[in-house]
């Protein structure tokens, strides 16, 4: 004899689905991020943020040793909107002065306290327009 399926395994699988879902779509849409700001938007904030923009040089020290320094400036915007920034921790290989960069952290005393091991690097040359488009 064959025996009837119970609806009830179905509705609970489609139940915890759908949480899962809501909770996936919550999280991804306004749970926990950090807002991405650039150098002349950091102002007095004091709370987490990433912040992206433009090395700017002399950088100092060691990554590891007491920590690197340098400044971030605006990508597009005005030279004089610079912060600078204490960072620890392993350093991409393409991080250098004119880089593109977004690191973790926070404003301390004027200083933009980065967290160990958030730098990310971006190349601009990735981001430019192919030369075809600049000609047309």
Do not use: W
Not at 24 to 44: C, D, Q, R
Not at 81 to 99: C, E, I, N, W
Not at 113 to 126: H, L, N, Q, R, Y
């Amino acid at each position: 004899m064959a025996r009837k399926a119970s609806p009830a395994r179905l509705v609970i699988a489609l139940s915890v689905a759908a949480v899962l879902a809501v909770f996936l779509l919550y999280t991804s849409i306004a749970g926990g991020g950090n807002p991405s700001i650039s150098p002349s938007e950091l102002g007095g904030r004091t709370e987490k943020v990433h912040l992206a923009g433009l090395v700017v040089g002399p950088v100092r020290g060691d990554a590891h040793a007491g920590g690197l320094r340098f400044a971030l400036k605006d990508i597009d915007g005005p030279a004089t909107a610079r912060v600078p920034v204490s960072y620890t921790g392993s350093v991409p290989d393409l991080f250098k002065v004119g880089r593109h960069i977004v690191v973790q952290g926070r404003l301390v005393d004027g200083v933009f306290v980065a967290e160990p091991g958030s730098m990310i690097t971006k190349c601009p040359s990735k981001y430019a327009p192919a030369e075809s488009d600049v000609r047309s």
